[in-house]
């Protein structure tokens, strides 16, 4: 397995964990969504908010396709997991009341 691939797969995980630990932070009243633009698809879309926004999980392999591992889009890759990680991490915190 190449390292691209594997980033991409964490991306997706992390993606997927996003949702479900926004959703669950939400729906216990701990938690209100931050990110302007999810909500204004939880707003247009409803419950399925999540849908237009898992597009994102398309990108590590749109982006293979084309780029071939280049050093711009691994360290894209990177910053989109960084970045997850600690949504991920701040929206289970809001959502298990530790925050």
């Known amino acids: 397995?190449?390292?691209f691939l594997v980033l991409s797969i964490a991306l997706m995980i992390l993606n997927a964990?996003?949702?479900v630990t926004t959703h669950n932070a939400i729906k216990s009243g701990k938690g209100m969504e931050g990110n302007p633009v999810v909500l204004w698809l939880m707003r247009v879309f409803?419950?399925?908010w999540w849908l237009p926004k898992s597009v994102v999980v398309a990108l590590p392999i749109i982006s293979y396709y084309y780029a071939q591992e280049?050093?711009?889009a691994m360290t894209?890759?990177?910053i989109l997991i960084i970045g997850y990680s600690y949504v991920v991490y701040n929206n289970y915190k809001t959502w298990r009341g530790n925050k």
């Open 1 to 3: 397995m190449t390292t």
């Open 17 to 19: 964990l996003d949702i």
């Open 46 to 48: 409803g419950s399925a």
């Open 70 to 72: 280049s050093v711009f």
């Open 76 to 78: 894209t890759l990177l």
